[in-house]
């Protein structure tokens, strides 16, 4: 995949997004936008603005904004601190994800949340299947996990550059040190402080990348455990090699999950031109309303409202996930 976001598509292009992250930096970009009733809708703003752009400089065929559907239940259970600093959705934001839903619903593009499954490994999944049968996949999400993945179908796509541009396995060796399949182990010696992930003690990313090129894999390097200098490297690997295979167990993505979307519900749709102005309108996006065509009447109320999770997903079997017209989770 060459790093670029013009090519012309000449088979489907998935755009895989994660909602969370997307409407985090919204809503962190944009303060005290308020629509006619009163309610904050910064994120929304932001989150359309940024969406559409995203999806102007990719043109992807099929495409989806996935949401986290609580904590991995099985990483919970082998690190009982993974992600638990990280702080509440903030209520101004939160009483904005559904809106964000509604707006996606509109414009034709699938989204959904699924009780008990986190959205990177949904994703995960998803970018697997569609590389599978030769589509190309982006990922738009600024999570270091999602490097891993990087492959000659699977690139990523930052949130915060305005260029857009593609990930390849370059971009990741230039910022970890390491190839795509190695980055589990090197994020396994490292550690990883956003999700509450300890690494080996004295091991940055630039020795882990160090180790992993000489020896090829956290196995190759667990087995010329000997060939390790200095001492205090050695030592430390050795009493960390329980931590390590635990943190590989946790850091690498899950490919396997049930799809959860059939592959008609991924391909983009024609906007709702009458829902998008009715909800344009509610929220006072007139910037917005004027870049819509006008031989659409004004309906006087939209008939979309979809939940969205926040953080814990209450309803359904864990993993199954919900109709998309249908997801109604109270989180």
Not at 81 to 90: D, G, L, N, S, T
Not at 141 to 170: C, N, R, Y
């Amino acid at each position: 995949m060459k790093a670029s976001t013009t090519k012309p598509v000449a088979y489907p292009r998935l755009l895989l997004v994660d909602g969370h992250a997307y409407a985090y930096r919204a809503w962190h970009a944009i303060r005290d936008l308020r629509g006619p009733d009163g309610r904050p809708t910064n994120a929304i703003f932001g989150f359309i603005k940024a969406f559409e752009k995203l999806l102007h400089n990719v043109e992807p065929t099929h495409a989806a904004v996935l949401w986290d559907g609580g904590l991995d239940a099985e990483r919970v259970e082998v690190l009982p601190e993974y992600k638990a600093q990280r702080p509440e959705i903030p209520e101004g934001l939160r009483i904005q994800l559904n809106p964000i839903a509604t707006w996606l619903q509109a414009r034709g593009v699938a989204t959904g949340c699924r009780p008990g499954v986190e959205a990177d490994d949904w994703i995960a999944t998803l970018a697997h299947w569609a590389q599978g049968r030769g589509w190309e996949v982006l990922i738009a999400s600024s999570d270091k996990d999602f490097m891993q993945l990087v492959s000659a179908a699977i690139g990523l796509i930052q949130p915060h550059d305005p260029t857009a541009q593609i990930w390849t396995e370059q971009q990741v060796r230039t910022k970890t040190g390491v190839t795509p399949a190695q980055v589990v182990d090197w994020l396994s010696l490292v550690g990883d402080v956003s999700d509450n992930i300890p690494g080996v003690p004295g091991v940055g990313p630039k020795t882990a990348a160090k180790l992993l090129n000489r020896f090829g894999s956290m196995e190759g390097l667990m087995h010329r455990l000997a060939e390790v200098e200095p001492a205090r490297i050695r030592e430390a690997l050795r009493q960390s090699a329980d931590q390590i295979r635990r943190n590989q167990s946790i850091i690498r993505l899950r490919t396997d999950l049930p799809l959860g979307l059939e592959p008609t519900e991924l391909a983009l749709r024609p906007p709702n031109t009458e829902s998008l102005r009715t909800l344009y309108q509610q929220w006072g996006f007139r910037s917005l309303l004027q870049g819509l065509p006008n031989d659409t009447p004004i309906s006087e109320q939209a008939d979309l409202f979809i939940e969205v999770c926040a953080g814990r997903c209450q309803s359904g079997p864990a993993g199954q996930g919900e109709k998309l017209d249908n997801v109604r989770i109270d989180c």
